[in-house]
């Protein structure tokens, strides 16, 4: 066949750094057998003897293909894009993972909002995988119970005057009824979401973020996640990796519109709206109004203005939620603190 001997042994052996395919087709030749078996035995004696260094290839290609590295690195998560070694401590002990591959690329994002507005696919899942991850760690031992979620439905609107203490008071009544809430903040500003609802140990859980900095826009991202919890159920379980992230698109039997709908007609219905619009420039009377219907004024606000297209008039009458969400302490997110200690802490005020 003219073959070295030192190229036969290596090829033989599995140590030659590549495939010599004249000395390969040679041999199958000689002993009558598809090149195919030579090439499967090489490669099967290769990937044992370097299955250490193939992981790494594999985890490095998952990092690649599921983060935007770059943006990480502008927000101070990783110092670079190059060490990969250094990418991976950094994604692992933020989420508390175990592995890489425990990060969800299953769940189905939709990269634009209402009104076409981009999303970076990578980020929007990043913050998927931030609130499953939080969801996921706080472990609610709650029954779900759909009959007592109606039941006290009816007066959760309320807590919505309570500006300092009112959102947590409804995620604490919602988590003994088996229904996780949590709030994680939009790290990035070319996030378009509101919410997710999640099928976490055939529970639901939603997490809200600060779509748009507005008080009023937590309650209604809220109630438009409930909606989805008492009428979507079946089809969030069935949905590609158990969610659904709301992002003013509908997806597959979900629709977007019924759960908004919902979500307006609870806080304050078409007809407390028409009793209060010829008189909405009168803040006293719109706060006597609202109050009386056990909403806080500034959702009323909110909704007349987004029935007229147009928040630039009564902006700031909506007010800054960021007196709601000191309790839950945004900036550990922010500065990426581990997500097993937030829990740690949320689990605490939650309880």
Known sequence: M????????????????????LTLIKLAT????????????????????????????????????????????????????????????????FFGYNSVFQYRSDISVPVYSKGKITSNEKSLKFWVNMAYATIEKTSNPNEYDRHGLVKIFPTLRAYSINVEHGLLQVFKILFKLGITVVFVPKLYKDLHIRAATFCV?????????????????????LFHELYHVL??????????????????????DIDEESANAFAARYLFDDEKMEM????????AYVAKVARGYNVHESIVYALYSY????????????????????????????????????????KQIIN
């Open 30 to 93: 000689f002993l009558e057998l598809a090149p195919s078996v030579f090439i499967d035995k090489f490669l099967s004696k290769v990937t044992d003897e370097n299955s250490a260094l193939i992981e790494k290839t594999k985890v490095r290609n998952h990092i690649v293909k599921h983060f935007d590295l770059e943006v990480l690195r502008k927000s101070g998560f990783i110092d670079t894009v190059n060490d990969f070694d250094h990418i991976e401590k950094k994604i692992l002990d």
């Open 307 to 346: 029935k007229h297209s147009g928040f630039g008039k009564f902006n700031k009458f909506l007010i800054d939620p960021a007196a709601t969400l000191e309790i839950f302490e945004p900036q550990k997110y922010e500065k990426y603190e581990p997500i097993p200690q937030i829990v740690k802490r949320n």
């Open 201 to 221: 140990n055939d529970k639901p859980c939603i997490a809200l973020t600060n779509y748009r900095d507005y008080y009023p826009t937590l309650w209604f991202s």
């Open 276 to 283: 209060v619009e010829p008189f909405i420039n009168d803040p």
């Open 231 to 252: 009428y979507d159920w079946n089809e969030v379980m069935a949905a590609e990796g158990g969610a659904h992230v709301s992002a003013g698109m509908s997806t597959g």
């Open 2 to 21: 003219e073959v070295e001997a030192k190229s036969f042994d290596s090829f033989i052996e599995g140590t030659a750094t590549k495939i010599d395919f």
